[in-house]
């Protein structure tokens, strides 16, 4: 059982956040302490990063929970359940049993689960670290933590309800990950090298010695008489501890990119090489030799030896099942990708569509908001889904990047199952444009592109028009009654869209900020990202439009804004949702947030509950 050992990528996660009461019918004095009340109750998605097997089960940290899978089958993997939220990251994971496991999930600890049934494994305790838990090991009553910036920390966990910190070594030293032989323990870490710990006594850990090694040290596995180091652009290091108190590095082995990560079973040695794909070596004699590579990967991180399969996770794909029965011609013989990159949301009844950059197309039945399903996935391949408007029995999705399709349209008559109308290809006027988002109104989409404003024609989705092209570069689009705005970092435009096959523009206000949200408050006013914060926009005369008010908003520039009735909620990447009241549009005030201790881009608001990308 092999753990996890990388500081983990920031990625977005989807949350499902709900509220005790219903927020938008209350008053606005209320509203000021009650807008808070939100509470975290499932999520979806995220880095793929920890994993462990165990007999036929795969243990699989999915963003901040743990998904079990039967892999009796590994080419149609089974997921059997799913935990509760953990709260951070799972950065590794470790079981030696079928009873527990455990968790190292990075700012929130240690946590430890009873998955003694696979179907509901159940959260019994946490201990909350002083650092950053990125690797956990258990020998006997003893999780012993690469505890980050905390060095090694020993806790005891002869009762898993109440664990305790009984001891540590080289607290001021990065610790990444843990491995242990006999009562030896060895840390990578990072580029002070390797740790060296005399366990005897848990209680008393003797720091031993620091081996000083070749680039920087992500992870380590012991074999026989040998530890093989993922050294990062420092290869593979080989380490004998034939004399356990006198190791000593014996060899380095070059690899094309950086070693993440390594693990073994029985003489194979896989190493997880970042961005040049996954490696095995023979390591029956002293110095490994290589025996074959699997290249068509993202970023590979954490892997397992099963048998012939080898389980990589994968930054960029997700989780990877390599088939290494013949190293020489290594195939992927099965793929889970989760949602790695949520950029948009919407909802329509009980059913979230997540515009998922390039994890494509997501459908999850929310019936039961504390345990979200995924019932579909669009794979959009090397295009980038930037966002889905769902209406009635069709939903629309566009795209950028390598794509020859920037819009994709689904019926989604049956809603958990969508399936694909049309691909409407580029045509000579917008050729390689891409779709960064759209508004739908009165069966029009409206395209904010880049170097291009786009009308089309929905009216039948099997057979989508453009009918207007205006050359202006947009990000994000809004419409409403007769307009269509769009905003660019530099500059605002209104359209006429009385006429919806013809975009008409009115006017264009010069503005300077990063943040691409703009909403419609009502015919005569939009909501957009400014300088440091929000405007609030008078579009009553679109020739000449005018700013009305501002507020400052912490993380100084809006992703998105969703409005409802008169409360806005501003999706401002690392400082969360911010909730503004506009019931005077001249006075804005703050009035609320939503820590989502994730870096958010976009949310939706249905009653009380709260979707957050």
Known sequence: MKKGSVTAFSLAFIFLITSLLSVFNVSSAQAASEQNDWNLVSQ??????AIAVLDTYLYL?????????????????????????????????????????????GSSG??????????????????????????VYVLDDHAILADGPNGVQIIDISDPQESKRVGEAYPLTYAYDIEISGNTVFAAAGGSGMLVIDLTDPE?????????????????????????????WGGIGVVDITDINEPHVADYIETDGWAMSVSHQGNALLVMDGADGVRLYDISSQTPGFSGIYTETGFTYQGILNEEKAFVTD???????????????????????????????????????????????????????????????????SAYANKVIASGNTAYLSNHLDTNYPLRIFDISDPQHPEKITEMTYTDEFYGTAFRS????????????????????????????????????????AAFGNLYAAVSTTEICIF????????????????????????????????????????????????????RSELEVPGAFATEI?????TAYVSCLGNGIQIVDLSDPDQPQLIGEVDTQSIATDCYVADDLMLVA
């Not at 979806?44 to 990063?49: E, I, L, M, N, W």
């Not at 689960?113 to 690797?135: H, K, Q």
Request: charged residues 20%.
């Open 562 to 566: 969703f409005i409802v009735g008169n």
């Open 438 to 477: 759209m508004a739908l109104l009165n069966d029009f989409l409206y395209i904010a592109a880049e170097g291009t404003d786009v009308a089309i024609d929905v009216r039948d989705p099997a057979n989508p028009t453009v009918t207007s092209i205006l050359p202006y570069e947009d990000n994000n689009a």
């Open 204 to 232: 008393q850990p003797q720091e031993i010695e620091l081996i000083d090694m070749n680039g920087f040290v992500y992870g380590l596995t012991i074999s026989k008489s040998n530890i093989y180091t993922a050294n990062a």
């Open 110 to 135: 240690l946590q430890i689960l009873d998955i003694s049934d696979p179907s509901a494994p159940r959260l019994v305790s946490s201990y909350n670290t002083l650092g950053f838990s990125e690797d």
């Open 61 to 105: 940290g999915v963003g901040w929970h743990v998904e079990i899978y039967d892999i009796s089958d590994p080419e149609e993997m089974v997921l059997i359940g799913t935990s509760e939220i953990l709260f951070d990251s799972v950065e590794s994971l470790f079981t030696n049993n079928s009873d527990y496991l455990y968790a190292a999930c």
């Open 44 to 49: 979806v998605g995220g880095t793929t990063q």
């Open 315 to 381: 930054k960029e794909k997700g989780l990877l099942i390599i088939d290494f029965s013949n190293p020489d011609e290594p195939f992927l013989s099965a793929r889970y990708l989760p949602i790695l990159d949520a950029r948009r949301v919407t909802m329509q009844d009980s059913m979230a569509y997540v515009a998922a950059g390039l994890s494509g197309m997501r459908a999850i039945d929310l019936s039961d908001p504390s345990n979200p399903e995924e019932t579909y996935w669009f794979d959009t391949e």
């Open 496 to 547: 006429d869209i009385s006429d919806p096959a013809t975009l008409q523009l009115m006017s264009v206000y010069e503005r300077d900020s990063a943040g691409e949200g703009i909403a419609f408050l009502d015919q005569n006013t939009i909501v957009v990202s400014g300088d440091n914060g929000i405007w609030v926009m008078d579009v009553s005369d679109p020739a000449s439009p005018s700013k």
